[in-house]
């Protein structure tokens, strides 16, 4: 299923790492209502049920030109495993960089893999560690920058908790010397239903020589939905807070999102409008289209849009044979080849895509091991994906979801 020390580096990245609003979150680690069957990362997966597929970005300029596109494969637990970027260039959609996730037993991530296109070529670029405490909340990530042949640590962030509520989150950078310095802060206050109410954020540069902090302060709807995010500066060094910007939330009659209005302040001319985000929902709530206007005198001009598509998990196997999943196959997900545990038996084994479209079969002997390197019949090789391995003895059949990851 198509579904997730340098300038240069970080450059890199932020291309990868193109802007895509997400829903905004409420204080408690919950969307607001109405978002909570959709992808993002932070939601479990075992309780998703819309998994959004594909989000393609259009900007505006006169008309709508596809400009980014964003592609999410996931495993048979509705997990995350791979999200791709590309860029529309020439008439063709060209690779920009990659995702690959990695999760425990138990369903946590424990290591992510960035990879970008350079001169196209594919080039590693960053991963990230996770580490948890036996609660399962998540206590130090680790990240790392490739350049040189070789991983270098870049950041490690702590995290601390009162409860399940995040109250610390702690990053320090290293140097050339592997020492590692203070570069960022956050804080973050809840009320008593734990909701966030306050986010203090301290960035720090040059062994404080440089430090700019800045908080936002939360409101809620009695529906417990986020209303209002105000963001904020010190005015000084030990003096007030002054109001910066602001997001205003507004939702339709079955609580689902439908604008965030951005507005800054202008001191004597106070609040004033400055982008917005415009939501389309389906029936079940996914946001079908994100619309991104600025305004200027008063009137909004369209910038970009995404327009994402979206799975229902409960019907995804519909064209897809016999997807009982009880055939053991390793590495899952594979780069090179997997291997296919038919416990001994001679039998058949064929491949499908989630299309339910045959790829290839061959014949398995008796004590035979036999292995798929994703390719199709004619020995071509296959895109990343979600693909059907199923194998068949006599009266018996059984099958798995394997994901091929390049």
């Not at 299923?1 to 450059?11: D, F, H, N, P």
């Not at 954020?201 to 995010?229: C, H, I, K, P």
């Not at 994906?385 to 059949?397: I, P, Q």
Request: aromatic share 16%.
């Amino acid at each position: 299923m198509k579904k997730l020390v340098s300038t240069l580096i970080l450059a890199a990245l932020a291309v990868i790492l193109a802007a895509v609003p997400l829903s905004p979150k409420s204080g408690n680690g919950t969307y607001p209502l109405g978002k909570k069957d959709q992808v993002w990362p932070e939601y479990p997966a075992s309780q998703r049920i819309w998994l959004l597929d594909q989000s393609t970005r259009y900007n505006f300029d006169g008309t709508w030109q596809p400009y980014t596109r964003y592609e999410y494969t996931y495993d048979d637990l509705n997990q995350l495993v791979l999200y791709e970027t590309s860029r529309y260039i020439g008439g063709n959609w060209s690779d920009m960089g990659a995702k690959e996730y990695y999760y425990t037993p138990s369903g946590q991530i424990y290591e992510t893999l960035y990879r970008i296109v350079v001169d196209g070529v594919w080039q590693k670029n960053e991963k990230e560690h996770y580490l948890y405490i036996c609660s399962g909340l998540l206590t130090q990530k680790d990240d790392y920058w490739f350049y040189n042949d070789d991983w270098h640590n870049a950041f490690v962030t702590s995290y601390e908790y009162s409860g399940t509520l995040l109250t610390n989150e702690n990053t320090y950078a290293y140097d050339t010397t592997g020492f590692t310095h203070d570069y960022l802060f956050n804080v973050y206050e809840y009320n008593g239903a734990g909701q966030r109410i306050l986010w203090f954020q301290r960035y720090v540069q040059g062994d404080w020589e440089f430090v700019f902090d800045s908080r936002s302060l939360y409101t809620y709807n009695e529906d417990g939905s986020l209303a209002m995010v105000v963001h904020q500066d010190p005015s000084g060094p030990g003096s007030t807070w002054v109001d910066v910007s602001r997001q205003i939330y507004s939702y339709d009659a079955n609580g689902f999102l439908t604008e965030v209005l951005a507005q800054s302040n202008y001191g004597s001319s106070g609040w004033q409008d400055y982008y917005r985000y415009l939501y389309t929902n389906d029936a079940h709530g996914n946001e079908v289209q994100v619309l991104y206007q600025t305004v200027s005198d008063s009137i909004w001009t369209n910038v970009y849009k995404l327009v994402n598509l979206y799975s229902d998990t409960a019907n995804e196997d519909e064209n897809v044979p016999g997807t009982e999943n009880s055939l053991a196959c390793y590495p899952n997900p594979f780069r090179e080849s997997v291997q296919i545990d038919t416990k001994g038996q001679r039998g058949e084994l064929s491949v499908y895509n989630l299309k339910g479209q045959l790829l290839r079969s061959f014949p398995v002997a008796k004590g035979e091991k036999p292995a798929w390197n994703g390719t199709d019949a004619q020995g071509r090789a296959l895109s990343n994906g979600v693909y059907l391995v199923r194998f068949e003895s006599g009266n018996t059949s059984s099958s798995r979801k394997v994901i091929l990851l390049k």
